[in-house]
């Protein structure tokens, strides 16, 4: 072997994306890696690129030899995620200032559900199906223009339903889009409407890709990587051996960010994105579940079970039949459920309880009840509180300020 073969076979050369290549690769990769690199190459959209290199990477060898190659590459992924980042903080900040009054949703009632799904997948009739409202059903596409409110009655409690326009891919981008993408990200709960006679892998790919689009991340726990700015110091990692990656990534990405003096801690395993995310004071996390519709549809048991078994571990899937009002009562329970909602009645000695509960968090303790009702000093005239319970074998209880509450309880407060 020649001195000059031996020399480009230890430095290679660049190519237009500054990425090594190796005139005669010093590793054994597969024609699907070599197939891939080739695509990866040819490919100019961003997004698209990062998803071909990240593809390319799951193909690399994984041996030493091949180390110095993955590693150019993961560079470069890093530097491409950084440059994807930086346009879409740019094109917020752009458009951050525009809207208008019409389609904007004031929450009313114990909790706010969106009800988010494709054009006609069924959004309209299931409301109209459990409210007084009439929304208009029509067997056009996007017959709901607007973000559009209705209340459904359960109970003693009222709790607002929002059918969010119909979407499609590129629904982020469009002004109607982020408008409606806007009031579901600060909503309480996402309903997930899917029709059951169209293709499921089709709506859940633009339903949960527009979703992420907008930085609204459904039943994920929120990122526990946490991001401190210093004065100086560099880049200081703690917890690396958390990261589900290549830690060179997360130095090459701030750098790419020009993040200079930042202390990064990986608590708990995370990724790349959980690492973006924590740097992003935009990203919404929102508790949802599927609501799959037309039950009754031609091949609907089948998607049924596909829904099922490509997304049942991740969302509760509630199937009903508007038409045919089949498991309605399940359905508006299921959202109840997804709201983290615990209703208490309270009671004046000598009476019965009143008849509207207040609405609280889950995991709500007397003291916060108490708060509620009595706005001002209550906490420090207080003596003690009853809890009447009646699926508990004590029905009455006397109990402290730090008592836990649970939905359905009846409260009596007691003061000096």
Not at 193 to 219: F, H, K, P
């Amino acid at each position: 072997m020649s001195n000059l073969h031996n020399e480009s076979l230890q430095k290679g050369h660049q190519d237009r994306n500054h990425v090594w290549v190796w005139p005669v690769l010093p590793t054994n990769v597969s024609p699907e890696f070599d197939k891939q690199r080739q695509i990866y190459e040819d490919t100019e959209d961003l997004v698209q690129r990062i998803a071909e290199l990240e593809k390319l990477l799951s193909l690399a060898p994984r041996h030493k030899g091949a180390e110095r190659m993955v590693g150019d590459y993961r560079k470069k992924l890093a530097q491409l995620k950084a440059k994807l980042e930086k346009q879409r903080e740019q094109e917020r900040a752009r458009k951050g200032g525009r809207g208008a009054e019409e389609g904007v949703v004031r929450k009313e009632g114990a909790g706010q559900v969106c009800l988010i799904g494709v054009t006609n997948s069924g959004k309209s009739t299931l409301i109209n199906a459990v409210t007084n409202a009439e929304l208009e059903v029509g067997d056009y596409p996007f017959t709901t223009p607007l973000p559009t409110p209705a209340m459904l009655t359960l109970e003693d409690i009222n709790i607002q339903l929002v059918e969010i326009p119909g979407l499609f891919e590129g629904s982020n981008e469009s002004g109607i889009g982020r408008q409606a993408l806007s009031v579901a990200r600060n909503t309480d709960c996402i309903a997930l409407v899917i029709d059951l006679s169209q293709d499921i892998e089709t709506q859940m790919s633009i339903i949960l890709g527009e979703l992420d689009s907008a930085r609204i991340r459904l039943n994920r726990e929120k990122t526990s990587v946490r991001i401190e700015r210093v004065g100086l110091g560099g880049h200081m990692i703690y917890g690396a051996q958390n990261f589900q990656g290549d830690i060179e990534e997360v130095k090459e990405y701030l750098k790419a960010c020009k993040i200079s003096n930042v202390i990064v801690r990986f608590q708990k395993p995370a990724t790349f994105q959980q690492l973006v995310d924590a740097m992003d004071a935009s990203v919404a996390y929102v508790r949802a579940l599927i609501i799959a519709t037309k039950g009754d549809a031609p091949g609907s048991e089948g998607r049924f079970e596909e829904l099922e078994e490509k997304y049942g571990e991740r969302f509760e899937i509630i199937p009903v039949s508007a038409e045919k009002r089949e498991n309605l009562d399940g359905m508006t329970w299921a959202l109840y459920d997804h709201l983290d909602i615990l209703r208490v009645y309270t009671k004046i000695p000598g009476k019965k309880r009143e008849d509207k509960p207040i609405v609280l968090p889950e995991g709500s303790i007397v003291e916060d009840a108490a708060a509620k009702v009595h706005k001002e000093l209550f906490v420090e005239r207080f003596r003690a509180a009853v809890i009447y319970r009646e699926k508990d074998k004590i029905k009455r209880r006397q109990v402290g300020l730090n008592y836990p509450l649970e939905d359905g309880d009846v409260l009596q407060l007691l003061h000096r």
